[in-house]
């Protein structure tokens, strides 16, 4: 994705340390209302600055290991890949490979730790580089860099911020990983949590829940799958921007408007009182409350579902 594709930027900026044999991508996907094939972002950088790409269904097949086998490469950088990787492609590499994983690791190792730092309500996280071994983001650190999570941050707020801090450790720690000037750190795996491949049930917003969970949901959300409650009626409504105005007190009945202004609506949580400012009603585009309101009315006394 576009997060890897900023570390490959880098890299090719960097032609003075480092020499890229090839780029490995997956295979175009079908993309947008027509479903086109469509080539990842690497591989359309990749193309662009002349480097050959490869794209196979597996990486681990012999064939593919003998391909590989055949560039000599010292090592190799994983950003992002959503494969995994057998032993017999890491042998391949005299200096191992790398992965660049967005989270401050051993803290949210898989595959969703941007959105899971968000949704757990971190007010930390970052960008680690890690030795690729066979355990999932597992392998010892040679480096990380660290960001404030505030409210108003949301997922895609600090994807665009991560990206930045992954490319500057391959510019940085890993070259002096291959110079023989670091040496990675074991992961404490005591400290070890999860970050699960985000659902679409998890989008349905319960609004038994307390305020500042909904309010953390909605942002770990703003990458998709989004979240959403059912209107009073049964249609679907995104919500795509909140404010958490208590947290600490029960102000209705779970999900039932309570405040209507000219530019949001109140709704009450199991513990507190969320604000709702931008929303996407079905088959339209997102849109501050102030333009739904003059669309779909509603009024204090309405439950959202």
């Not at 010292?74 to 790398?98: H, T």
Request: charged share 25%.
């Amino acid at each position: 994705p576009d997060f890897a594709a900023a570390s490959l930027e880098r890299l090719i900026q960097d032609d003075d340390h480092y020499e890229i044999a090839a780029v490995i991508t997956p295979p175009d996907r079908p993309a947008g209302r027509k479903m086109q094939l469509k080539p990842s972002p690497v591989k359309e950088l990749a193309l662009k600055h002349g480097l050959e790409v490869l794209t196979p269904e597996s990486v681990n097949t012999e064939e593919f290991l003998a391909k590989i086998k055949s560039y000599g490469a010292e090592s190799a950088a994983v950003v992002a890949f959503g494969q995994i990787l057998s032993q017999k492609f890491l042998d391949l590499f005299p200096r191992g490979c790398v992965n660049v994983h967005a989270s401050l690791l051993p803290r949210w190792r898989g595959a969703a730790p941007i959105q899971r730092a968000i949704m757990e309500g971190d007010r930390e996280s970052g960008v680690s580089l890690q030795i690729v071994v066979k355990k999932l983001d597992a392998g010892p650190v040679l480096g990380t860099r660290t960001v404030k999570i505030t409210d108003d941050m949301d997922a895609r707020d600090l994807h665009d911020q991560l990206k930045v801090l992954g490319a500057d450790l391959l510019h940085i720690e890993y070259m002096d990983y291959l110079r023989g000037n670091l040496t990675p750190v074991e992961q404490d795996e005591s400290l070890a949590t999860y970050a699960a491949k985000i659902t679409k049930s998890e989008a349905r917003l319960d609004w038994s829940l307390p305020a500042r969970t909904l309010f953390n949901r909605v942002r770990g959300l703003a990458m998709g799958p989004f979240a959403y409650c059912q209107l009073p009626g049964g249609s679907t409504l995104k919500i795509h921007k909140t404010k958490v105005l208590d947290e600490n007190e029960v102000h209705g009945a779970p999900g039932e408007i309570v405040q209507v202004g000219p530019e949001s609506i109140a709704v009450a949580c199991g513990q507190g009182l969320l604000e709702v400012l931008e929303v996407q009603p079905e088959s339209r585009s997102r849109m501050t409350v102030a333009e739904y309101l003059r669309g779909y009315p509603l009024s204090v006394g309405q439950k959202f579902e």
